[in-house]
Every structure is written in structure tokens, then in C-alpha cells.
């Protein structure tokens, strides 16, 4: 046989298994979402792209937006992107450890201080650390029961067919979600994986956050926590504030497969890493 041939028969395998790998590549699914704020005057529409391949996710605006957020399940990892200077903050177990460590060593320094001072002093820097600042929201508060009710009524929303499902908190209806079951959305199972791990981390984070002195508050709600729905994929979401009146409307205009760069769900290449608050 020529080397010729010989050489042709060594390289054909490793042809075979790029093409194979080429063919048998799976697409990442593409949802866009339209928000529209009626807070603003007049309204302001923006467009998110929320992209999910495997257990990855990455949230960002279409339009000329300075934040993003990329969300590596397999290294458990959030990345949370500044374009307008060119820097991103890496949230990852390690972090979240040393977080947890430092605010406890700062509450414990606070709470040693505390106890130096006169019983009156005490209660005041107590009462005014649970307050907060003024505009802020009363920490001291309980947090507020959240109450999720399926209302009964069905609807075709955004083009999908539509159970209507009512978030109270403490009592007053404050987010009404049209939810559409998971089999009629493209990449359900992928964009269900992704984000439940997604939201996962992020209770993680905001459990290593502290609380203010005399509060069981947590500082942060998740924001991720109202995807989390078994029934389905809010295909649009209504805001309301205390009179019941629409603040912001959320609605998913698009769902599709779509190729998605790998570079997609890592810091873009020359950003700069900015330390997790400080640290």
C-alpha cells in the first residue's frame, strides 16, 4: 500500500467522528421576551434574550444594554457582565463560601461591639439597622406570605393556550401569571434543567447574604423563583402594584432552536474581573 493511502486511512477515522460530532450537535434554544414598564412615561419596551444550551443559561437585552447574566451549570458558576466598562463579577461556590464567612466574621464584630454599648444606644442602632434607610423597606418586617393560587380561568396568551395562575403576598394579589404547559413550548426540557439549576444557585447566594440585627428578612428576594413553576413556563407576567394596576407586562414573543456560540455563557474575552463586592 502507498503512504499515500496509508496516510488517507489514518486521518479518515478522525473526518468520520467530526462530521459525526458536526451532525449530532444539538442547538441551543433561543426564548425572547418583550417587557414593557408602564412606570415610565411614556412606556418603555425592551427585548431579553434568554438563551439556554444544556445546562447553561444567558439573559441579556437585544439592544444596547451595559448588563448581562450567564448563568455554567456544569461549574455551578454566575457571571454577571458590565459592558459599559468592560469588567464582570464571577459568583461561584468558592465565593459563596467566602462571602458566608466574611459577613458572619462582620456580624459577629458587630454583635461584640453591641454588646460594649448602653442598653438605650443598643436598642436605637438595632432599631435603626432593621429600618434601614429612609425610602429603604422596613427590614424589621416579617418577610411576606407568599400565597400562589391557580385562579381557574384559561386563556390563549402570546399565542399559547394559558392557565392563569395569582401570586399573593401577604394577602394582596401582586403578579398574575399566564403559564403555558411545558409541551407546547420549543426546548422545554432543556430550558426547565437549566433554569431550575439556575435558580437553585441563586437561593444558595442569597442564603450566605446576612440579615439586619432584630429581622429574619432575607436583603433579596430571588428573582429567578417565580420560573420555577412544574406546571409550565409563564408566557406572560403581570407586575401589579397596590391598586391591582399593571406595572410591567413580561411576554414571551419567540421560542426557537438556534446555534448558539460556546463564548455565549463565558466573561467575554478582555473584560476585566471585578472582585465580589470588595472581596
Avoid: C
Amino acid at each position: 500500500m502507498r503512504r499515500g493511502s496509508t496516510a488517507l486511512l489514518a486521518v479518515a477515522p478522525l473526518a468520520l467522528l467530526a462530521a459525526l460530532g458536526s451532525s449530532l450537535a444539538v442547538p441551543g434554544v433561543v426564548y425572547e421576551i418583550e417587557t414593557t414598564d408602564y412606570r415610565e412615561s411614556p412606556a418603555l419596551t425592551d427585548v431579553a434574550e434568554l438563551r439556554v444550551e444544556g445546562p447553561h443559561v444567558a439573559m441579556g437585552f437585544s439592544g444596547a444594554e451595559s448588563g448581562r447574566m450567564v448563568f455554567n451549570g456544569e461549574r455551578r458558576e454566575m457571571v454577571v457582565i458590565n459592558d459599559d466598562d468592560q469588567s464582570y463579577m464571577l459568583i461561584d461556590e468558592e465565593g459563596l463560601q467566602a462571602l458566608s464567612s466574611q459577613i458572619n466574621s462582620m456580624m459577629a464584630e458587630m454583635e461584640e461591639m453591641l454588646a460594649q454599648l448602653p442598653a438605650e444606644q443598643r436598642a436605637l442602632v438595632e432599631r435603626m439597622g432593621a429600618q434601614g434607610m429612609p425610602g429603604m423597606p422596613d427590614m424589621a418586617a416579617a418577610p411576606p406570605e407568599i400565597d400562589v393560587r391557580k385562579s381557574g380561568r384559561s386563556d390563549t396568551k402570546a399565542g399559547f393556550r394559558s392557565e392563569e395562575w395569582e401570586v399573593y403576598e401577604d394577602g394582596e394579589l401582586r403578579r398574575r401569571l399566564w403559564v403555558a404547559p411545558w409541551s407546547e413550548i420549543e426546548g422545554a426540557d432543556e430550558v426547565r434543567e437549566a433554569i431550575t439549576g439556575m435558580v437553585d444557585f441563586f437561593d444558595d447566594f442569597l442564603d450566605a447574604m446576612p440579615t439586619m440585627p432584630g429581622s429574619d428578612r432575607p436583603m433579596a428576594e430571588n428573582p429567578f423563583r417565580h420560573f420555577d413553576l412544574e406546571n409550565g413556563f409563564p408566557v406572560v407576567t403581570h407586575e401589579l402594584d397596590e391598586r391591582g394596576e399593571i406595572e410591567q407586562e413580561s411576554t414571551l414573543r419567540s421560542a426557537e432552536r438556534r446555534t448558539l456560540d460556546p463564548a455565549d455563557f463565558e466573561p467575554p474575552a478582555g473584560y476585566k474581573r471585578q472582585q465580589m463586592f470588595g472581596g
